[in-house]
């Protein structure tokens, strides 16, 4: 099994993206799936999470509440990272993570990863 993360690029501040976490095999109709990031020099931190259900339960990281939404859609394989009002704050490459059952912020306990695509966001 495999995850694809894409839509990472470079924006200024304020502007938007979208982040897709495409799965290669038929897990995620049992799986929950999270997005992480890590900016240079600093740890991993969670961004947000989504339970295996399409329109099923959502947490999001204090920082990107009001800003972000995550969503999935099962029949494609894919979850979604919607970023607006995107902050110089919020550059970093961005990971898609999934385990079996319910999600946690945790990323240490998420079975597989993505491979990452970089955020920039300018001032």
């Known amino acids: 099994v495999q995850l694809q993360a894409s839509g990472g690029g470079s924006v200024q501040a304020g502007g938007s993206l979208r982040l897709s976490c495409a799965s290669s095999?038929?897990?995620?109709?049992?799986?929950?799936v999270g997005w992480f990031r890590q900016a240079p020099g600093r740890e991993r931190e969670f961004v947000a999470a989504?339970?295996?259900?399409?329109?099923?339960?959502?947490q999001l990281a204090d920082s990107v509440k009001g800003r972000f939404t995550i969503s999935r859609d099962n029949a494609k394989d894919t979850v979604y990272l919607r970023m607006n009002s995107l902050k110089p704050d919020d550059t970093a490459v961005y990971y898609c993570?999934?385990?079996?059952?319910?999600?946690?912020?945790?990323?240490?306990?998420?079975?597989?990863w993505g491979q990452g695509t970089q955020v920039t966001v300018s001032s």
């Open positions: 993570a999934a385990i079996k059952g319910y999600f946690y912020t945790d990323g240490d306990v998420y079975t597989y």
């Open positions: 095999g038929d897990i995620f109709t049992s799986y929950a």
């Open positions: 989504i339970s295996w259900l399409s329109g099923g339960t959502t």
